[in-house]
């Protein structure tokens, strides 16, 4: 049985007369990917902030791996690295000097920083990239070391605040795999914010907010078969046939598909009609399916 | 004690490595330098030169010794304070660029990093001041040496003391600034009125009697003062050994500030050390009480 590494209960926050977050519960188990979606402005951010002792809340708890992070004076800080959606590394020193400052203020110098700057670089494919002034990096190289900084520490929580926005696919890929990685071998828990819906696809649970409030949460396979339907895509077979099962259907490029409440519908017409569907695919619904549907908004940024 | 090396040694490199923080600390110096190397000096010494009585002849070496003293004064009362703003920049730089939010995540304390930026500051600053000073006297030794080493010694206790003070006042003013354009006003407010108000560009004794009284309440104006008379006591000595009244050096002593009058009542280089001091003790204390509140309120 897992541990609930982060507990945030009934959280209030309000900028006047917004309110930012409204009444949030969340619990976040110790080693799982956790995602946390919304549109902008839906309170991901200021749950963050709160969370990493940022910004003071107007009621509620949060509790960072058992202690309460409003009276444990920073002490839980080292539990927690954050990769933030813009880079804050100094730019014109190296990478070197960057994240050497940074492990100095976790108190970790000279033979403890070169062993977990060979390990790091390593994991995250930097070596090449020590010497050189992170202002000339690219975006890509830029988010790697962001991430190697994170975990200088060894955090037993990982917060990714959209990490891989505006990354090309090879890099997005590199560093999600790095992730995965780091996930499986330390029992490290993500926090993960996100605009890429296949990302959250990955995750063990996740939480859709909405305007502060939770609007849906769940395994994605259980948000999938709570707020989307299955598709049954059928091949080789004509428009007149698909028009009699008389339920709405869209043509694709070779074949016609076919939205069901659940697979047990699914199965049902199939049973039904064995003529129609000689050759066919089901298919679960996708995570912009259940944002959209549960906030009847779409993330934006993201690819499909 | 590691861990706030790291930082100086971090925000040190910082500002040096930033091109732009780093030269635009040396626009009020260079301004200076080309007022002087164009028109100042030379006014100057024409003032000097008329002020002789006819028939006393006078070295131009003293009188070069007495410009130069100048200059390197006026360089070193700028410097010391404006380097020092640009150079404290960091800490509001860090606040634009996020930094200040990814180091206020770590552990480290809020008084290690307030330390860090206080001492970094002071160490950049100094590091440029000394080798002003270093370069000015090396000019003026060309041109005409006449300070003693007791006054090279004073000369540094100047610099330390007046990079002190610079180093506490942006300090605190820095603390409250938190966005690129504030940066970009503040620097400009303090390299162009600095160089006035502390009497570098002109003597204060040659402005209007209001603004007179006015600066004199303000600690920059006696930490000029003591420069001037640490650069160029040596040659008005030289001047009243050559036979000029010494009434006539006192004016010319007033008249380029190493004599100041706090209400008709002459202050002495005590007096001066004494504002001074009790200035940067003051700062020092203001902007470590605003991080205690500071660190209190995020308590909370």
């Not at chain 1, 992070?69 to 080292?78: L, P, R, T």
């Not at chain 2, 570098?200 to 040659?206: D, T, W």
Request: net charge neutral; proline share 2%.
């Amino acid at each position: 049985m897992m541990n609930d590494i982060i507990v945030i209960e009934n959280l209030h926050k309000s900028f006047g007369e917004i309110k930012a977050v409204n009444d949030l519960s969340i619990k976040v188990k110790e080693g799982e990917l956790f995602a946390f979606l919304g549109v902008n402005g839906a309170g991901k951010s200021t749950t963050i902030s709160i969370l990493c002792g940022q910004m003071t809340k107007d009621s509620g708890k949060v509790y960072v791996n058992g202690v309460d992070a409003e009276s444990a004076n920073g002490d839980y800080k080292s539990d927690i690295g954050v990769v933030f959606q813009n880079s804050v590394l100094d730019k014109s020193l190296s990478v070197l000097d960057n994240l050497k400052s940074r492990a100095a203020l976790y108190g970790i110098y000279e033979k403890e920083f070169d062993k977990k700057l060979k390990e790091l670089s390593s994991l995250l494919d930097f070596e090449d990239l020590l010497k050189r002034t992170v202002g000339k990096l690219s975006g890509g190289q830029k988010r790697r070391i962001d991430i190697a900084r994170a975990l200088l520490h060894d955090p037993k929580i990982l917060i990714l605040d959209e990490p891989t926005t505006g990354l090309d696919p090879q890099t997005r890929k590199l560093l999600w795999n790095a992730v995965q990685e780091l996930q499986k071998k330390r029992k490290m828990t993500v926090f993960l914010t996100t605009h890429y819906m296949e990302e959250a696809a990955e995750a063990d649970y996740v939480v859709i907010i909405d305007s502060g409030k939770i609007a849906a949460e769940g395994s994605p396979l259980e948000l999938k078969n709570t707020y989307t339907g299955d598709y049954i895509t059928v091949y080789g077979t004509g428009e007149e046939e698909i028009k009699l099962l008389g339920i709405p259907y869209e043509a694709i490029r070779d074949a016609y598909r076919i939205n069901v409440a659940n697979t047990a519908k699914a199965t049902e017409l199939i049973i039904k009609y064995p003529q129609i569907f000689r050759d066919y695919e089901i298919t679960k619904g996708k995570m912009d399916d259940i944002f959209l549907s549960v906030t009847g908004k779409k993330l934006t940024g993201g690819e499909i | 004690m590691k861990t706030l090396r790291i930082l100086i040694y971090r925000n040190i490199k910082l500002f040096f490595k930033d091109k732009g923080m780093f030269f635009t600390s040396l626009i009020t110096p260079l301004i200076l330098l080309v007022l002087y190397s164009t028109f100042l000096g030379n006014v100057f010494e024409e003032s000097f030169r008329a002020a002789i009585p006819k028939g006393i002849a006078i070295d131009d070496k003293i009188l070069s010794g007495i410009v130069g003293g100048q200059l390197l004064s006026s360089l070193l009362a700028v410097s010391c304070v404006t380097v020092a703003f640009c150079s404290n920049m960091l800490m509001v730089q860090d606040k634009v660029t996020g930094a200040a939010k990814d180091i206020s995540m770590t552990p480290v304390k809020g008084s290690s990093l307030a330390l860090g930026y206080y001492i970094a500051s002071f160490c950049s600053t100094f590091i440029i001041s000394i080798i002003a000073m270093t370069a000015g006297l090396i000019y003026i030794s060309a041109i005409g040496w006449y300070i003693s080493f007791a006054d090279v010694m004073y000369i540094l206790l100047d610099v330390f003391l007046l990079v002190m003070f610079g180093t506490a006042l942006s300090s605190v003013i820095n603390y409250f600034l938190s966005t690129q354009g504030q940066i970009s006003a503040v620097g400009s407010i303090v390299s162009s009125v600095y160089g006035f108000i502390c009497g570098a560009y002109m003597p204060i004794s040659s402005s209007g009697e209001g603004v007179q009284k006015l600066v004199l309440f303000l600690p920059g104006t006696y930490a000029t003062s003591l420069l001037r008379n640490h650069c160029m006591s040596g040659a008005f000595d030289e001047f009243e050994k050559s036979g000029i009244p010494s009434e006539i050096v006192k004016g010319m002593r007033d008249s380029v500030d190493c004599n100041l009058y706090f209400f008709d009542e002459k202050v002495s280089i005590y007096a001066m050390y004494l504002v001074l001091s009790l200035s940067v003790a003051v700062l020092i204390s203001a902007y470590v009480i605003i991080n205690i509140l500071a660190i209190r309120k995020k308590k909370k």
